[in-house]
């Protein structure tokens, strides 16, 4: 497994600015994803950020809105740039550490814009 | 594109009673793992499963991949009211890594 922590937790913005979250892994790992998610729903996959590479966006997520980094095997940063309400939600990472596709999250971070 | 069917979308029952969680779809997943969410925290890995037929007992849930491993199901036995949260599936393809989520299901068990 992996210990994932996440900053912030939560933010409130204005619109028109951007926040930026941290993702730290407590051990090194290849492939790091990032996800979006309402409140008791399921998970829709931003992009996936592999060390080294560009980060491959999923369908309705461009590299403007998400920018990515990943500068090391134990760390990424998610933007979200130009907030506008319709942002407002919870933004998580995850790892997959193992053979078998699982994925281990952080705890999140909830985002209000205004 | 694969997609993993969950249902029910909610439960709302009461502490004792059982209850079963199910995940289908028309695709064949290399693995199927069971989530657990608690608002306010990240999604919590309960199971992967990869052989088809398989069945894991974790305590008092019982997880099961069909024998085609396209579908799964969980099933919670004498439900307590620290079983609530969102339960979600998620299937492992060829897409390394990558996992195919199904819409999740809302367990509320009242004392």
């Known amino acids: 497994s992996a210990v994932i922590s996440q900053k912030p937790s939560r933010d409130i913005c204005q619109r028109g600015t951007s926040l930026t979250i941290q993702c730290q892994v407590d051990?090194?790992?290849?492939?790091m994803f990032w996800y979006r998610q309402q409140p008791g729903q399921s998970l829709t996959l931003i992009a996936t950020a592999n060390q080294g590479s560009e980060a491959t966006y999923e369908s309705g997520f461009v590299i403007d809105k998400f920018p990515i980094s990943r500068p090391n095997l134990t760390f990424s940063t998610l933007t979200v740039s130009n907030l506008s309400p319709e942002d407002s939600s919870i933004y998580l990472c995850?790892?997959?550490?193992?053979?078998?596709?699982?994925?281990?999250f952080g705890p999140g971070t909830r985002l209000t814009v205004l | 594109t694969q997609l993993l069917e969950q249902s029910p979308q909610f439960l709302s029952i009461q502490e004792g009673e059982n209850l079963t969680v199910y995940c289908n779809s028309s695709?064949?997943?290399?693995?199927l793992q069971w989530y657990r969410q608690e608002p306010g925290e990240g999604p919590v890995l309960l199971v992967t499963v990869v052989t088809g037929g398989e069945v894991k007992k974790l305590k008092r849930l019982t997880f099961q991949f069909g024998d085609a491993r396209k579908d799964s199901s969980l099933h919670i036995t004498a439900a307590q009211p620290g079983d609530t949260g969102l339960y979600l599936c998620a299937g492992g393809g060829t897409s390394y890594g990558k996992l195919t989520f199904g819409q999740g299901t809302i367990l509320t068990v009242h004392p």
């Open positions: 995850s790892v997959s550490p193992t053979f078998y596709n699982e994925q281990f």
């Open positions: 695709s064949v997943f290399s693995s």
């Open positions: 051990s090194q790992v290849t492939m």
